[in-house]
Nanobody, 119 residues
Framework: QVRLVESGGALVQAGESLRLSCAASRPIFSINAMGWYRQAPGDQRELVATMPHSGSTNYADSVKGRFTISRDNAKNTVYLQMNNLKPEDTAVYYC?????????????WGQGTQVTVSS
């Protein structure tokens, strides 16, 4: 199991930047994949970015070129750098950890952090 704690959500204006952090309760190098999802009011939860233990990162088309997922293994922390924020980025952002495999994922979720972008 793993416990995930997100932080860094805030109210910002369009065009500004934010960095979200996700602290894991176990070494993240032991986790198959880390990721970020978001959910806006009335919408389904959607993938923002994923970072597998090995392999390429993956981003939603809507955030490519603006968001960057990264990790610090020494701090057991994953980050989401969000630049040039838009009002449509407003959502609760959730950190995820997949302790399973590609064929049998076992995903854990954090409690979420609110990001609000005003126009």
């Amino acid at each position: 199991q793993v416990r995930l704690v997100e932080s860094g959500g805030a109210l910002v204006q369009a065009g500004e930047s934010l960095r979200l952090s996700c602290a894991a309760s176990r070494p993240i190098f032991s986790i198959n994949a880390m990721g970020w999802y978001r959910q806006a009011p009335g919408d389904q939860r959607e993938l923002v970015a994923t970072m597998p233990h090995s392999g390429s990162t993956n981003y939603a088309d809507s955030v490519k070129g603006r968001f960057t997922i990264s990790r610090d293994n020494a701090k057991n922390t994953v980050y989401l750098q969000m630049n040039n924020l838009k009002p449509e980025d407003t959502a609760v952002y959730y950190c995820t950890a997949d302790l399973g495999t590609a064929w049998s994922p076992r995903i854990y979720w954090g409690q979420g952090t609110q990001v609000t972008v005003s126009s």
